[in-house]
């Protein structure tokens, strides 16, 4: 048996797991294939076989003030705990790749578990303590909760990154005289600028996506995208609901989207010699 | 430096951390110690409660079988997932990472994408494959073989179905990123000497990966036992999970302390086997999955 | 050594010049685009619109339509105040969004008679009206009010409308004959397993169950029974819808031939058109409802709403719409021949031949009955 050839046994087992892959990417993208193409049926039932072609239930769309409100909502949340989780992941995972102080353990698993613990637990948790405490929900909250759900993803984001920045950048421009704060500004943050990016993107989807969490924490009469469409989903699905995931893939698919691009373009600007890095 | 503060000063550091502590100590850790004093309190009647301390709600929980089913069968539920999750995710992860293919950004990428999508999306969507006019059904009965629908949708079937939707990204993340970190040069030691694909593949690749799949079957199996929304779409009453008892104790029954109660035993319990996780393989492999 | 370190601290200024750059524009860009989704800040304009709004939670669908057709858009045209509206498919959704909101966010709700009436008045979250302000309640069946004014003496709600949860069954598939010999045992007949349905919700399961056992509504002696009732129409159902929509969703795609329901919903599925035949059995389910101002709302504004509402011409409208008759007491008004059609109408105005829920009795056993209820439908 020669090295590096593949023998029959192994070109089985590799065509199987081709298959398998194939099978496993079909079951993750066929779902949505068939609601997107549904959100274009003329039919006012939303189901199969089509009865023809239609933009309809996306004028439908357009006309719903509380979908456009829900739209908005979340649009602002996402946006707000995109900026405000950026900022503080990059300072957390700052400290705690360049600094040594005590806790620092405890605090690296603590920063992590908010993506671990179900969100119905966070949510619930959350919720007494403000009625323990007789506070009533307001928007203040809900954004700082998706703030805590989105943290452990930039920090860890943001951290990796840092680990592959040469302190010595630093500690050259601090010896030339910069302020602790500029050379933070001046060296640090531009070569992280790729993991922020990142970072902020995925803490915006994250935002923008909550479910479960966001069903205990919003305040009165606050519906964001996922809570308003599972609300309607409540009633029936109709093509409008269809047409509603539509462009919320568009959405959520299209930033990150345009966001990698912007970030390849940067990263191609500054340098090649830089490791290319993942959009996520 | 001005003052006589070093390079790496840990008050410097103090100030760092300081908003990221505040939301942690406010948001997370508050909440579950509160959470845990609450399940001391006495209902009275929908939505009201006093302070009095109590056991009634332990003793509840202890003695009524009705949750002993529940959390019993969520662990289950959960276990399946996260074993279908390992079993389909570790493929994909494989044939990536060890594919030739030039385009290997654009499967990974399609891996990040379901990421992007909503869940609440990506979870109805399931209603248009599986409901009486959903794909499945509209295509059998045309070609014949079936006259009746098929109910598919509100089963168990369908929730873990949504489940393993939701979570194979993570499984396959996980496991792609420990096939990464494993060096190739292993592999091609074992070949050169003598091994078939297969037998490297036993005695190298796959115990060298086994840490992302643990750490991807935890993940799986902690955020599968902890879900709420996909049995609610896509399970009859029947396949509620533990957290669905959780929302309805607390938002129908308006029962707080009894849901305090539930959440208090369902992050116990999973922190439970978090902890033998960890005990066993730390906790870097997670945050190297999460960060992707 | 020296050398090379500020070689590379030159070239990372160069780098930081161009990462600046491009990070401008990356942001002018995102600003570009939020300007031009035509985004606005939601809290400003909450804010600043909180003094000519009044808000109002009801049950969506072809009601909510009726009332905001015929009632709100004529009032929001005549006085400017805007009414903002939010939906429900279960009361119990609202009272829980209430009880964890600060007072004023919510203010008017359409809520569903005394045995609801009597949990907000036990939560404390009940506002006291000032009758004087809301003239068109002369006009209001008394029988209606009396409920309402034996639990509180100053009111916190109107009276609105009231209708029946009957049952509905497809005439295509069940005769009205078979229907009316049967009556709430058709819920249990086996021969429609898989295709009944059923409001999820404790008090309609419990009320149908004791019809079925022959035991009095608001006495139950046997709960035993009537749980074991409850299971098995839980097993011939196809699925408990939790909102009119859904509803009317099953019923007129025949996904479902038969189900307890609510008797406007009907009346509107049989103005389409839908093969839907509908009855009150002996002991049907009754309720009124009642608009329902809480605690910490703008008084004055939501009594001008209500008693625009009120309005004989307004309330015949919405009533036509929502196919519910209205709390007008047909001897003093004038009410049209459509509304006298109505199921579960009563022209006498004595409200004799309905059978309410007892509020007290129901909200005594409310706790434990829900908690049953809820386990039930998870199947145990």
């Not at chain 2, 505040?22 to 850790?29: D, G, K, R, S």
């Not at chain 2, 056991?55 to 969520?74: I, R, V």
């Amino acid at each position: 048996m020669k090295v590096g050839r593949p023998n029959k046994e192994g070109r089985w087992a590799w065509r199987l797991t081709g298959f398998v892959t194939l099978c496993v990417y079909i079951f993750m993208f066929a779902p949505i294939v068939a609601t997107v193409i549904l959100s274009f049926n003329a039919s006012m039932f939303g189901g199969f076989p089509m009865t023809g072609f239609s933009l309809q239930w996306y004028g439908k769309l357009m006309a719903n003030e509380a979908v456009l409100a829900a739209f908005r909502t979340s649009l602002w949340i996402a946006l707000v705990t995109a900026v405000v989780t950026t900022a503080i992941g990059v300072v957390t995972s700052f400290a705690l790749v360049r600094f040594e102080f005590p806790g620092k353990q405890t605090l690296s698993t603590l920063v992590i578990l908010p993506a671990l613990v179900p969100e119905t637990i966070l949510g619930v948790g959350l919720l007494v303590l403000i009625k323990a405490v007789d506070q009533p929900r307001t928007m203040l909250l809900l954004v700082l909760g998706h703030i805590l759900l989105a943290v452990p993803y930039v920090v860890l984001i943001t951290q990796a990154r840092m680990v592959g920045i040469r302190r010595v950048y630093e500690e050259a421009a601090l010896s030339l005289g910069a302020s602790r704060f500029s050379s933070f500004r001046e060296i640090t943050l531009p070569l992280l600028i790729p993991a922020v990016v990142a970072g902020a993107l995925l803490a915006f989807t994250i935002s923008f996506d909550n479910t479960s969490a966001s069903l205990f924490w919003r305040p009165a009469g606050v519906e964001t995208m996922p809570t308003q469409i599972l609300s309607m989903l409540k009633i029936s699905i109709s093509p409008e609901i269809n047409a509603l995931g539509t462009v919320m893939i568009l959405v959520t698919v299209g930033i990150p989207l345009i966001g990698g691009l912007i970030l390849q373009s940067l990263t191609r600007l500054k340098r090649r010699d830089e490791p290319k890095e993942e959009a996520r | 430096m001005k003052n006589r503060w070093t390079l790496y000063d840990p008050r410097l550091a103090s100030m760092l951390i300081a908003p990221v502590l505040l939301l942690l100590i406010f948001f997370l850790v508050l909440p579950i110690a509160v959470m845990a004093v609450y399940t001391f309190f006495t209902f009275v009647t929908a939505g009201v409660e006093t302070s009095a301390l109590t056991a009634a709600n332990w003793h509840e929980f202890l003695t009524d079988s009705y949750y002993h089913g529940f959390l019993l069968k969520t662990l289950r539920v959960g276990a399946m997932t996260a074993l279908l999750c390992g079993v389909l995710g570790y493929f994909p992860a494989y044939f990536i990472w060890a594919t030739s293919f030039k385009h290997k950004w654009l499967l990974l990428l399609l891996l990040i994408v379901p990421f992007w999508i909503s869940f609440t999306i990506r979870t109805f969507s399931w209603i248009n494959i599986l409901g009486e006019q959903g794909v499945i059904n509209v295509a059998l009965i045309r070609m014949g073989i079936i006259s009746e629908p098929l109910p598919m949708l509100y089963t168990e079937g369908a929730v873990i179905m949504g489940l393993l939707h939701f979570l194979l990204p993570y499984m396959i993340l996980n496991v792609y990123v420990s096939l990464e970190s494993i060096d190739r040069t292993l592999i091609a030691a074992a070949r050169s000497m003598g091994c078939t694909s297969a037998q490297a593949f036993r005695e190298v690749t796959l115990p060298l990966s086994l840490p992302g799949l643990a750490a991807g079957l935890l993940l799986c199996f902690v955020l599968a036992a902890g879900s709420y929304v996909t049995p609610q779409l896509l399970g009859s009453g029947r396949d509620a999970l533990f957290g669905n008892l959780i929302y309805d104790t607390i938002m129908s029954e308006l029962n707080w302390p009894m849901g305090a109660t539930l959440s208090i035993v369902l992050f116990v319990v999973l922190g439970f086997f978090a902890a033998i996780y960890t005990r066993y393989m730390g906790m870097s492999q997670i945050v190297k999955g999460l960060g992707g | 050594m020296k050398m090379s370190t500020t070689k590379r601290l030159e070239r990372l200024h160069d780098r930081y010049a161009n990462g600046d750059l491009s990070r401008r524009t990356f942001l002018s860009l995102t600003a570009v685009a939020a300007a031009s989704a035509g985004l606005s800040m939601p809290w400003m304009s909450q804010a600043l619109a909180a003094v000519e709004q009044v808000r109002f939670d009801g049950w969506g669908g072809t009601v909510q339509e009726a009332i905001d057709k015929y009632a709100f858009q004529p009032y929001t045209a005549k006085t400017k105040i805007k009414v903002v509206q939010g939906t429900f498919g279960d009361e119990n959704e609202i009272i829980t969004k209430i009880k964890t909101a600060k007072p004023g966010d919510f203010q008017i709700v359409h809520s569903s008679g005394v045995n609801y009436y009597i949990k907000y008045v036990n939560a404390g979250m009940n506002s006291e009206i000032n009758e004087a302000n809301i003239p068109n309640m002369a006009n209001v069946l008394q029988p209606m009010i009396e409920p309402f004014r034996k639990l509180t003496p100053k009111l916190s709600a109107v009276p609105y409308d009231y209708g029946t949860t009957g049952i509905a069954y497809n005439t295509k598939v069940i005769s009205p004959e078979e229907a009316k010999e049967k009556g709430a045992g058709l819920l249990l007949d086996k021969k429609y397993a898989g295709k009944v349905g059923g409001y999820a919700d404790m008090t309609t399961r419990v009320w149908y169950a004791a019809l079925a056992t022959g035991q009095d509504p608001n006495n139950i002696k046997d709960m035993e029974t009537i749980w074991a009732k409850v299971r098995e129409t839980r097993d011939l159902a196809k699925k408990f819808w939790s909102s009119g929509a859904e509803l009317m969703d099953l019923l007129s795609k025949g996904e479902i031939v038969v189900t307890d329901a609510w008797s406007g919903r009907v009346a509107a599925l049989q103005d389409q058109g839908h093969p839907i035949g509908y009855l009150d059995p002996a002991g049907s389910y009754a309720w009124m409802e009642d608009m329902l101002i809480l605690k910490g709302s703008p008084m004055a504004e939501c009594e001008e709403l209500i008693n625009f509402m009120l309005d004989p011409a307004t309330s015949i409208a919405v009533a036509e719409g929502q196919s519910y008759p209205p709390s007008l007491d047909p001897t003093k008004v004038k009410l049209t021949e459509k509304i006298e059609k109505l199921p579960a109408f009563d022209k006498t105005g004595s409200m004799k031949a309905l059978t309410f829920a007892d509020p007290v009795y129901w909200a005594t056993n409310e706790d434990a009955w829900t908690k049953q209820w809820d386990r039930i439908a998870k199947g145990a």
